[in-house]
């Protein structure tokens, strides 16, 4: 199954999103538990402060008695500062936390991503699973890391400020909670509608972005075929749906804050109403009365802001779902339980009666497919487009299993293997030839970062790209550009060969390395293609027989004729040429 198909999902509740991500919280939690602590301490320190401000209207204020003013001017002070540098204290913390958090599930996300099969990417849309890694993971964190401080302080702070209020006039305080269960009433409404909208606007947000991606990398084809229309439509419409939904989410953001304001306000009026009732009869002071407003003042953010909480909870929730939905993807191969990291590096490959059939595919791609390529040997594969050739490629990297018979590399099962110790032992050259934007030296060495100049020097040497990359503007630091677009069809050639040198793995898989290239090109890079290939087990993949000459076999994978894809291997010994050179090996002291 693909995460990124529209396959229907399993909405996930804000307390399951809650509990699946909490553990990511693990080695911060105390930084947690500190944030909230001090942003609760400052809660209580304006709760103190407020108090005092009552004392100073009754004591000071009301009496006209300038000397009762300076002591609890000065407590005021000292409590004010004590308040902005622990609320400062609880907003790094909280702060710190969160990074942390959206870090740590990020970089957790990324690796799973990075383990899933080429199928899970080739459905799937790159835009949306771009806004899977970076939105929606931030909608988890605004929850589950500053969402729960944000809870808890906000709880802690209306029990302090309810407890003050009770403190100071109980009676007055039971008038005005008798309206809170209409916050309740509020929050749960818009929370389920919120929700919802939620959904729609993280999918839009997905679509564009997969829209803009998909559009921009394949700007030349859209130039070519003046698709620019279309392309504009398609953005439009994606946006348009992203707008209603982003509308629809607007709309009860901006109706709820009002909502919550009228019923404050209905709140202070009845408290004020009720207040200067019993100040006329003398049963409450001034500033008893306005400490007390100003609690109940102070009392309503805290409420308000759990009602945040639970909107967040809900685009998080949403989020969630997206972000799940990748996590439960499972990787197309797993490591083996006690995996062996140590080949035998001789480069002898042997597919043994292997049937593979890619996922959701009604026909196998292969079908008790055999064949064995040694050290040195050219195996060069070809056969009809479609008939299984890069699938091939694709198993002995182990990109997929077979569902049936084996793959061994010097005689162990591929999947006894760790896979890095597999794919250190066999290097592809893809049909496309795959560059990193990065300069000419970092793509070169992209197979082996610890390569030294000397090694990478050689390997551009024996490429036959040590020429024009000096001659390039900056040399080995020029930009290569996005896949490698700055420069010519045969020149990304030439560096890849020179990236499968440098990584100097004893098996080479060849997939197509001539296609796309003229004649005269071709001619160009057979040579070092040559070079490449000495003294490793070569599979060439290819309809170009150019190389034919060179190959000890040559196997023919084809279409039987009932139209199932079958892989046969009509394994001949070609014909070695009377003329055939030896090919001249790169010293791999060198490389
Ligand atoms: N990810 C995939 N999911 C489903 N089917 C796939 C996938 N990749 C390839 N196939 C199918 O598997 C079959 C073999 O594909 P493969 O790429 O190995 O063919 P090939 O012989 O290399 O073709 P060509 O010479 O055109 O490159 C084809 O029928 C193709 O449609």
Redesign the pocket.
């Known amino acids: 199954m693909n995460a990124q198909s529209k396959a229907p999902r399993e909405d996930v509740s804000a307390r399951e999103a809650f509990r699946r991500f909490w553990p990511y919280t693990r080695g911060i939690r105390r930084w947690l538990v500190a944030g909230a602590l001090l942003l609760i301490l400052a809660a209580a320190g304006e709760a103190a402060a407020i108090w005092i401000f009552g004392l100073i209207t009754d004591h000071v204020l009301a009496a006209g008695n300038l000397a009762a003013f300076w002591t609890p001017a000065l407590v005021w002070l000292q409590l004010s500062v004590l308040t902005a540098v622990a609320s400062f204290g609880g907003d790094y913390l909280t702060a710190i936390v969160g990074e942390r958090f959206l870090l740590r599930l990020r970089d957790s996300v990324f690796a799973h991503v990075q383990r899933l099969s ?2 899970f990417f ?1 459905r799937g849309r790159t835009g949306d699973l771009m806004v899977r890694l970076t939105d929606d993971v931030e909608a988890i964190e605004q929850f589950v890391a500053s969402g729960l401080i944000k809870a808890v302080t906000s709880v802690v702070s209306a029990v302090f400020f309810a407890g003050a209020a009770l403190y100071v006039r109980w009676d007055l305080a039971l008038v005005s909670f008798a309206l809170a269960p209409l916050f309740w009433v509020a929050v749960r409404r818009f929370t389920a509608r919120f929700r919802e909208t939620a959904v729609r606007e993280r999918d839009g947000n997905g679509a564009l972005t997969s829209v803009v991606e998909e559009s921009l990398s394949n700007h030349t084809l859209v130039q070519a075929y003046n698709r620019q229309p279309a392309e504009r439509r398609r953005l439009h419409r994606e946006g348009v749906t992203w707008l209603e939904a982003k509308m629809a989410e607007n709309r009860l953001s901006a109706l709820y804050e009002p909502l919550v304001q009228v019923i404050e306000t209905v709140c202070v009026l009845l408290v004020l109403g009720f207040g200067a009732w019993e100040l006329s009869r003398g049963r409450v002071t001034l500033g008893g009365l306005l400490a007390f407003a100003a609690y109940l003042g102070y009392l309503y953010p805290p409420i308000q802001s759990l009602g945040d909480v639970g909107l967040t909870a809900s685009e998080a929730a949403a989020g969630a779902d997206r972000v799940i939905e990748i996590m439960e993807t499972p990787p197309a191969v797993a490591e083996p339980p006690v995996p062996r990291t140590r080949a035998a590096r001789r480069g002898r490959v042997a597919f043994d009666d292997v049937t593979f059939r ?4 009604d026909r196998p ?1 292969l079908e008790g497919f055999s064949f064995r390529a040694g050290p040195e040997e050219l195996v060069l594969v070809t ?10 490629g694709k198993l002995l990297l182990r990109f997929y299993d077979p569902e049936r018979g084996r793959i061994r590399l010097d005689g162990v099962d591929i999947r006894e293997l760790s896979l890095t110790t597999l794919r250190e032992n066999v290097t592809v050259l893809q ?1 496309e030839t795959m560059l990193f934007p990065g300069s000419v030296r970092d793509n070169i060495a992209y197979g082996r970062p610890d390569a030294t100049e000397e090694q990478i020097v050689a390997a551009a040497r024996a490429a036959d790209a040590h020429d024009f990359i000096t001659a390039l503007p900056e040399g080995y630091d020029t930009p290569v550009g996005r896949q490698g677009r700055l420069l010519s069809g045969g020149q990304r050639q030439r560096i890849a060969i020179a990236r499968a040198m440098v990584r100097d793995a004893p098996v080479l898989i060849l997939d ?1 390395p001539t296609t796309g290239l003229d004649a005269p090109t071709v001619r160009r890079v057979l040579g070092p293609l040559r070079r490449l290939m000495a003294g490793r087990t070569t599979i060439l ?1 290819t ?1 170009d027989l150019h190389l034919a000459p060179d190959a000890d076999r040559i196997i023919v ?1 084809g279409r039987e004729a009932r139209g199932q ?1 079958v892989a046969s291997a009509a394994a001949r010994p070609a014909r070695r040429p009377e003329n055939r050179q030896p090919p001249r090996k790169v010293p791999s002291s060198a490389l």
């Not at 890619?358 to 595919?361: E, I, K, V």
């Not at 479609?386 to 091939?392: F, L, P, R, V």
């Open positions: 080429p199928d080739d890619y996922p959701g595919a791609a056969g009809p487009s479609g008939a299984g050739k890069s699938t091939i049909q197509e993949i309809h994978v894809a």
